[in-house]
């Protein structure tokens, strides 16, 4: 297994955890009704220190620094494949509803983080599984 393999193997772990634990904190702050500015600077200050604490620890020298022409071919396409699926997702949720409801309803505020994580979550996830689906294809088309 190679570098981008693990790479994408790690990003789906990461986001199938991470993403309970943010609906999690989105239902919490639904739940207390929380408004103003307070309640999201205290998630920002500790999603910021952890994800900079991570990134300290875990940096290396460059993600695609010890990559060959194939590996940085496959990571580009599956970039691609994974924006295509992010805009679809995202135009999808964003459409669907004005149909269903029609034009005069409206959508509560809750949803919107919803919206918005959910619509990372589909992008994190199709990229790392076109990754993966890229470099079985090549491993077999090298059998």
């Known amino acids: 297994m ?6 994408a193997w790690f990003n789906i772990v990461v986001v199938t955890v991470a993403f309970p634990i ?4 989105v239902f919490l702050l639904a739940r207390t009704n929380a408004k103003g500015i307070d309640y999201l600077i205290i998630f920002l200050v500790f999603g910021s220190l952890t994800g900079l604490g991570g990134y300290l620890l875990l940096r ?12 940085k071919m496959i990571y580009n396409r599956a970039l691609v494949w994974a924006m295509i699926a992010l ?14 409801l029609g ?6 505020v809750l949803y919107l983080p919803v ?9 994190q ?16 088309d090298e059998q």
């Not at 290396?60 to 590996?71: I, L, N, Q, S, V």
């Not at 996830?125 to 077999?140: K, M, P, R, T, Y």
């Open 103 to 108: 034009g005069g309803n409206s959508v509560r």
């Open 22 to 25: 943010c609906s999690a904190c």
């Open 60 to 71: 290396k020298k460059g993600f695609e620094a010890h990559f060959d022409e194939r590996e």
């Open 115 to 123: 919206i918005c994580l959910s619509t990372l979550l589909v992008g």
């Open 87 to 100: 805009l679809a997702f995202l135009c999808c949720v964003c459409i669907i509803p004005f149909f269903v």
């Open 125 to 140: 996830l199709v990229h790392s599984a076109a990754v993966l689906i890229q470099c079985s294809l090549e491993a077999e």
């Open 2 to 7: 190679n570098r981008l393999q693990k790479s």
